[in-house]
């Protein structure tokens, strides 16, 4: 029987999402408990690969068990049992030729960015750049990076396809700067890489010419440091 469970989290006290060996990771968290109250051997497999220091809005995994539990019953168990920095939101018991990962058609990140005064209660959860961004600057720049590229760049993971097509919007709400990227997957870094080089461009330390030269030359040496993790949310999967 295989459950697919919906979950929200503050990722600030977390080593990402995968699990790892001696890390406080949230899939990690969820074996750890699901397997006691299974008392069999579980392992989830999680929507995407969030890195340490960021959040989700919404995530799934899904696991594979030869006991049939309650939904009500397991989230209320499951809730009770977490850390108070996840919250199960919804299982559902699904066919199992559904994969939480390989059948996601899309996924919505959003960055925050607060433009406004330093905000310390928020500095886990928005970079604190604190200061105007040109946002007519901005739009060429989503307008250059948007759509399909390889994007070999923005990454130093190692993958046999670097070719992403991804849309990149934004809006400016209460002096936040909420930029959101849409596609059907993501690199590793990517997001952040993508972002850290818009801050360049906004301080002028990068000319938006140089934007075409860095998609040529597929070489992660032409940008600068990713953007600070906990800006970053997965917003939204849809299957």
């Given at each position: 029987m295989r459950?697919?469970?919906?979950i929200?989290?503050?990722?600030?006290?977390f080593?990402?999402?995968q699990?790892?060996?001696?890390?406080r990771?949230?899939?990690?968290?969820?074996?750890?408990?699901?397997t006691?109250?299974?008392?069999?051997?579980?392992?989830?497999?999680g929507c995407?690969?969030?890195d340490?220091?960021?959040h989700?809005?919404?995530f799934?995994f899904?696991?594979?068990?030869?006991?049939?539990?309650d939904k009500?019953?397991?989230?209320?168990s499951?809730?009770?049992?977490?850390?108070?920095?996840i919250?199960?939101?919804?299982?559902?018991?699904?066919?199992?030729?559904?994969?939480?990962?390989?059948?996601?058609?899309e996924?919505?990140?959003v960055?925050?960015?607060n433009?406004g005064?330093?905000?310390?209660?928020?500095a886990?959860?928005?970079?604190?750049?604190?200061?105007?961004?040109?946002?007519?600057?901005?739009?060429?720049?989503?307008?250059l990076?948007?759509g399909e590229?390889d994007?070999?760049?923005f990454?130093?993971?190692?993958?046999?396809?670097?070719?992403r097509?991804?849309?990149?919007?934004?809006?400016?709400?209460?002096?936040?700067l909420?930029?959101?990227?849409?596609?059907?997957?993501f690199?590793?870094?990517?997001?952040?890489?993508?972002?850290?080089?818009l801050?360049d461009?906004?301080?002028?330390?990068v000319?938006?010419?140089?934007?075409?030269?860095?998609?040529?030359?597929?070489?992660?040496?032409?940008?600068g440091?990713?953007?600070?993790?906990?800006?970053l949310y997965?917003?939204?999967?849809t299957?």
């Open positions: 459950y697919l469970v919906k929200s989290y503050d990722g600030s006290g080593f990402g999402s699990k790892q060996k001696d890390k990771t949230i899939l990690g968290t969820f074996d750890k408990i699901l006691k109250i299974f008392n069999e051997n579980i392992k989830s497999i995407s690969r969030t340490k220091g960021v989700a809005n919404e799934y899904h696991f594979d068990s030869s006991k049939e539990k009500k019953k397991l989230k209320i499951l809730n009770k049992l977490i850390p108070k920095d919250f199960v939101d919804e299982i559902f018991i699904i066919k199992e030729d559904l994969h939480a990962r390989h059948s996601v058609k996924k919505e990140y960055y925050l960015i433009l005064k330093y905000n310390p209660c928020m886990n959860y928005v970079y604190q750049y604190n200061r105007d961004f040109d946002l007519i600057k901005l739009k060429k720049a989503l307008k990076l948007s590229h994007f070999k760049s990454t130093s993971g190692k993958y046999d396809n670097y070719i097509n991804v849309d990149i919007t934004f809006k400016v709400k209460n002096n936040i909420i930029i959101k990227f849409v596609s059907s997957g690199l590793r870094y990517m997001i952040r890489n993508i972002v850290g080089l801050l461009i906004n301080d002028g330390k000319n938006l010419k140089n934007i075409d030269n860095i998609f040529k030359l597929k070489n992660r040496q032409l940008i440091k990713p953007a600070f993790p906990g800006g997965l917003n939204k999967i299957y």
